[in-house]
């Protein structure tokens, strides 16, 4: 075994929401217990990650908190984790997310027969698994919990979803696990440039790193056609979207947030971690095909948005524009391309988790996803009203939110290496400010209106149009959903004004995997 002094951080990184899924589990006959245990392992591994995150030493080596144990060695398998700024950030946002998804749904009335326990027993695990994801330095571990973590997701949402939940989850499923088994044949094809290199085979990331990206073009072509496959789907990419409209449309509001803010990310890290890296000369040639399905994203995302009936599905394809530019970032190659593209994964997580959550609260209300159903909401709920704005702004990288030094350092650093593709892009930011104003708009302005807001005036079979009808009694933001948007908010505005802290952690991280691309001046 070996392992770095602050290992031990990242080993209760991933085994506190371990732990905690499995106590939790057995709290099934306790609703209130078990929320009470979900939220204390949430926020106390929300407490190792700011640990973590203080540990770090940005100008220290790419991999830290580094730990490995034999696990398969006739094969050269270990159960190897460390931690990278990019991997680190991640982290760390899951860690906040978590908690603010189990308060946000304390109140939730899960489906019959369902119990808290076994539904925050799932987030717990995902929530291991998808640190384990990030934190893997071990391309075969990599790959198991890659495809391992599809299964929590898949009860979360099959289990306690919409009325459309099998349907989702099978969907949901299939295409990330056909993904993940494509990208298996690349990990093995790894393994064996590996062993004929070597004289013994290793899925090591650094020694792979080091053998692959020598290989000719050619088997880096298809190593790296496997990988970027499996995280094209996991993104998604367009055309490999289809399964997120599904997918978010019928999850739980919580389930939603953790499947757009932080499992998609699972993908366009993969690009970074794995496919830069390791097959630099395929990157770079195959770069063009991944910026037309980028800005194809961006443009497409963004027109179906404005066609959307349903406030989840429309938060769907907002995502799917917003992934766009973090592909658009990664493979334009320059230092604030890249940046832009990492710090996007960090700030799309907190801008569309948080207009996630309010969408959530306001669907608690009125009791329908519909953007028809309402009208005139702000009239009933202010606070409300004024916080979906905050998210909406965010969410369409409004100077002085979060988002926006994530967008203006993607188009920046890529108009010098990739001019057109980016004048397409900046179209989709049009767009963008659109399809989210229109959406606030037709929800919270206008006279009291819809079947969500407004009751019938007469008695039964009464025809008269809702928007004449007495007003429902609807209250606006109560103390715990104001406690669990707080921090969200913060950032939004913290981050927007001084984003120093995030740029620091990412920026060393970033520089080595264009150097490992061959490019050590930034591309500047």
Do not use: C
């Not at 506190?16 to 609703?31: E, K, M, S």
């Not at 009808?469 to 715990?480: F, N, Q, S, Y």
């Not at 991280?509 to 150097?515: K, N, P």
């Amino acid at each position: 075994m070996t392992s770095s002094s602050s290992a031990v951080l990242l080993v209760l990184l991933l085994l506190v929401p371990l732990l905690g899924a499995l106590v939790v589990a057995f709290l099934r006959d306790n609703d209130t217990l078990a929320k009470q245990t979900a939220l204390g392992f949430s926020i106390a591994e929300f407490g190792v990650a700011i640990a973590a995150w203080f540990s770090y030493d940005p100008d220290g080596a790419r991999l830290q908190q580094y730990f490995s144990v034999d696990w398969i060695p006739a094969f050269g398998v270990h159960l190897s984790f460390g931690v990278d700024g990019i991997a680190l950030v991640m982290i760390a946002v899951i860690g906040l997310l978590v908690p603010l998804v189990i308060g946000a749904g304390w109140t939730e009335k899960l489906p019959a027969e369902r119990s808290a326990g076994g539904f925050l027993s799932l987030i717990l695990l995902q929530q291991a698994l998808t640190v384990g994801v990030f934190a893997a330095t071990d391309v075969f571990v990599f790959y198991v919990l890659f495809e391992i973590m599809l299964i929590p997701m898949y009860f979360l949402i099959g289990n306690y979803g919409g009325p459309r939940r099998q349907y989702a989850a099978m969907k949901f499923f299939l295409y990330s696990f056909l993904g993940g088994l494509i990208m298996l044949a690349s990990v093995i094809g790894a393994y064996s440039m590996a062993s004929d290199e070597l004289g013994s085979g290793t899925f090591d990331w650094a020694t792979l790193v080091e053998v692959v990206s020598d290989a000719p073009l050619e088997n880096q072509i298809w190593i790296f056609l496997g990988f970027f496959l499996a995280f094209a789907v996991k993104a998604p990419l367009v055309p490999l979207h289809t399964w997120l409209p599904d997918a978010a449309a019928e999850a739980p509001i919580g389930v939603a947030v953790l499947l757009v803010g932080i499992l998609d990310k699972v993908g366009t890290f993969g690009f970074l971690r794995y496919l830069l890296p390791m097959t630099p000369d395929a990157s770079t040639t195959l770069a063009p095909l991944v910026l037309v399905m980028g800005v194809a994203g961006i443009l497409y995302g963004a027109l179906l948005a404005t066609m959307q009936r349903d406030m989840k599905r429309f938060i769907a394809y907002v995502s799917i524009a917003h992934f766009g530019f973090i592909a658009l970032g990664i493979f334009a190659f320059t230092a604030q391309s890249e940046v832009g593209a990492v710090t996007y994964m960090v700030n799309h997580s907190i801008a569309t988790g948080m207009l996630i959550l309010v969408i959530g609260m306001v669907i608690a209300r009125g009791g329908s996803t519909l953007i028809a159903d309402y009208g005139g909401m702000a009239k009933l709920t202010p606070v409300l009203g004024g916080v979906f704005l905050v998210a909406a702004l965010a969410t369409l990288s409004l100077p002085g939110t979060n988002s926006f030094i994530s967008e203006f350092l993607v188009l920046v650093g890529s108009y010098g290496n990739e001019p057109v593709y980016t004048i397409l892009a900046t179209i989709g930011m049009i767009l963008a400010a659109m399809y989210v104003l229109w959406v606030y708009q037709r929800v919270f302005h206008g006279p009291v209106r819809g079947n969500a807001l407004v009751g019938v005036a007469g008695g039964p079979g009464t025809a008269i149009a809702p928007e004449v009808g007495a007003r429902k009694a609807i209250l606006d933001l109560d103390v715990r959903e104001k406690l669990v948007l707080a921090p969200l908010l913060a950032l939004v505005v913290g981050i927007g004004f001084y984003p120093a802290p995030l740029l620091d952690v990412i920026t060393p991280t970033v520089d080595a995997t264009l150097e490992a691309v061959g490019i050590s001046d930034g591309g500047n």
